[in-house]
T-cell receptor, first 116, second 113 residues
Framework: AQKVTQAQTEISVVEKEDVTLDCVYE???????LFWYKQPPSGELVFLIR??????QNEISGRYSWNFQKSTSSFNFTITASQVVDSAVYFC?????????????FGPGTRLSVLP | DSGVTQTPKHLITATGQRVTLRCSPR?????VYWYQQSLDQGLQFLIQ???????AKGNILERFSAQQFPDLHSELNLSSLELGDSALYFC????????????FGPGTRLTVT
């Protein structure tokens, strides 16, 4: 069965610190997709990144970077030089094919607080 | 603004009642997804529709049902409501199948009293 674990419930850092959010997933499928979403205090969910299971290349987008390692079933997210605006709940998610669609499982989320 | 609209924003109703939540996807998106976010269950995928057809089901209760209409808007029907159904219900849309980016609406907050 699918499962996503985000072991860090809450993280608090001071502005400009680097922070890594961990995500570990479980799946029996060989084809799957991994996502990260951000939910700021305003409540909306914002897409950050999608990775398919065949692409293990790390990705960097500005201050954000992602490390995908199939060997450890992990898809970790690092924010470099954190800012107060990064304060949010971050969700890691896994999707697998179901019928002709996709079934999604979200982790419990990590609440990041960036203090000035 | 993601381009996905949801109505109403807030809904307060009593146990045993039935409500309908509405979602309009981004222009051009064919897939609609429904999610439930509650404090105890977290964010849960309920169901996916693609161009009017059900494509995938998650943890959707039998008391809940959804449909997608020819104009691609979708409705989530919740019946025989219980206190535990109080949650934030999100709709999302994507261009096709769900393997790509999803755009989320602002959510409907349902309170069952």
């Amino acid at each position: 069965a699918q499962k996503v674990t985000q072991a860090q419930t809450e993280i608090s850092v001071v502005e400009k610190e680097d922070v890594t959010l961990d995500c570990v997933y479980e799946t029996r499928d060989t084809t799957y997709y991994l996502f990260w979403y951000k939910q700021p205090p305003s409540g909306e969910l914002v897409f950050l990144i999608r990775r398919n299971s065949f692409d293990e290349q790390n990705e960097i987008s500005g201050r954000y970077s992602w490390n995908f390692q199939k060997s450890t079933s992990s898809f970790n997210f690092t924010i470099t030089a954190s800012q107060v605006v990064d304060s949010a709940v971050y969700f890691c998610a896994l999707s697998e094919a179901q019928n002709y669609g996709q079934n999604f499982v979200f982790g419990p989320g990590t609440r990041l607080s960036v203090l000035p | 603004d993601s381009g996905v609209t949801q109505t109403p924003k807030h809904l307060i109703t009593a146990t045993g009642q039935r409500v309908t939540l509405r979602c309009s996807p981004r222009s051009g998106d064919l897939s609609v997804y429904w999610y439930q976010q509650s404090l105890d269950q977290g964010l849960q995928f309920l169901i996916q529709y693609y161009n009017g057809e059900e494509r995938a089901k998650g943890n959707i209760l039998e008391r809940f049902s959804a449909q997608q209409f020819p104009d691609l808007h979708s409705e989530l029907n919740l019946s025989s409501l219980e206190l535990g159904d109080s949650a934030l219900y999100f709709c999302a849309s994507s261009i096709t199948s769900g393997r790509e980016e999803q755009y989320f609406g602002p959510g409907t907050r349902l309170t069952v009293t």
